[in-house]
């Protein structure tokens, strides 16, 4: 069983991380909510999106929905980057809005906080145009059943092309 892609597996690690991104373009969703994940090392997940009025409530501003998917995200894709051999599954997450964003690129950095072998708990927070962070949420994080190899969008040999 693989578990963790360290720093002494530093080509399969990034492997990994290359298959985690693709994996993320490659999931329905994104077609939504059009956003682009990096992953720069272990523990660590950004995603980039803009705001625009699609994405509004009635009042105006961005809608909850799009807080949440993309603090999850982010923060899955954080835990994530330490199991390599199995899809994770939000179990909870908790969020905090901070402040409306009504236009703009925003930032959701997702960073794993504990748990290697069964649960990972991770973070996230927004961070609009201005630097100003604007959400936050925390996640649980469980391993399932579902091997990442078994899914068309994670190739860890695969291009980017």
């Known amino acids: 069983m693989t578990v963790l892609a360290s720093a002494s597996s ?5 492997s990994h991380y290359r298959a ?3 994996l993320y373009r490659s999931a ?3 077609r939504l909510f059009p956003s682009r994940l990096q992953i720069a ?12 009025p699609e994405s509004y409530h009635a009042a105006g501003a961005a809608h909850g929905t799009i807080y949440f998917k ?7 894709y954080a835990a994530n980057t330490l199991v390599t ?3 994770l599954l939000t179990t909870a997450f908790t969020l905090l809005f901070t402040k409306p964003v009504t236009e703009g690129e925003v930032r959701a950095e997702g960073r794993w906080v504990s748990g290697r072998r069964r649960v990972l708990i991770a973070e996230a927070r927004l961070i609009d145009a201005a630097g100003e962070e604007i959400g936050r949420g925390t996640g649980t994080f469980m391993r399932s059943r579902i091997p990442l190899s078994s899914l068309a969008g994670y ?3 695969g291009s980017d092309e």
């Open 85 to 87: 051999d199995r899809f």
């Open 70 to 76: 993309m603090l999850d995200d982010a923060a899955f």
């Open 41 to 52: 090392g272990e523990g660590q997940a950004e995603i980039r999106f803009a705001v625009t």
């Open 10 to 14: 530093a080509g399969g690690a990034d």
């Open 20 to 22: 985690l991104e693709r």
């Open 155 to 157: 190739d860890a040999a």
């Open 28 to 30: 329905p969703i994104n």
